[in-house]
C-alpha cells in the first residue's frame, strides 16, 4: 500500500534531498569558479524541475546535476536524465525569463561523486526532436 502523503518522509529520503541540495550547491561553486553566473536553483515549474540555470558570455546553460556514490556509475546517472522533463521545464523557464531566450541554449550535466572532482558534461543533449 502506498505511503500517505501526510506521513513524515523516511531516513533514507531525508538523506537523499540533503544530499542532492549539497550537490547542487557544490556544483554551482565549480560553476562560479569556471566562470559562469548562476540565474536560478531548483527551479520548479509545472512540468519538471532544472537543478540549475547558469549564463556565461551570451549562452544560458541548464544543468542536471547528478549526485551518485561512486563514480563507476555516471553512465547510469546520464541514462537515467530525463531529457523530455529538462526541455520542457526549460522552455517554462524561458517563457517566464524572455529576456534570455535569444542567445544560446545548451543542457549541461555535472556528476559528482565522492572523493573525485566533479565531471562537467557540456552539451550532454539538445533539445531537437524533442518536446
Do not use: C
Not at 526549460?90 to 541554449?105: E, T, V
Amino acid at each position: 500500500m502506498p505511503r500517505s502523503p501526510s506521513k513524515p518522509k523516511s531516513e533514507y529520503r531525508k538523506f537523499a534531498e540533503g544530499a542532492g541540495r549539497r550537490g547542487e550547491t557544490l556544483a554551482a561553486l565549480y560553476l562560479m569558479a569556471q566562470g559562469y553566473r548562476v540565474l536560478a536553483r531548483r527551479v520548479k515549474t509545472p512540468v519538471g524541475e532544472i537543478d540549475l540555470v547558469v549564463r556565461r558570455g551570451g549562452t544560458v546553460v541548464f544543468v542536471e546535476v547528478k549526485t551518485r556514490s561512486f563514480s563507476h556509475q555516471e553512465a547510469d546517472a546520464l541514462a537515467a536524465v530525463n531529457r523530455r522533463r529538462i526541455v520542457r521545464a526549460a522552455q517554462a523557464w524561458l517563457i517566464r525569463n524572455p529576456r534570455y531566450a535569444g542567445g544560446g541554449l545548451r543542457f549541461d550535466v555535472i556528476f559528482l561523486a565522492p572523493f573525485a572532482w566533479p565531471r562537467h558534461i557540456v552539451s550532454a543533449f539538445d533539445a531537437t526532436g524533442i518536446a
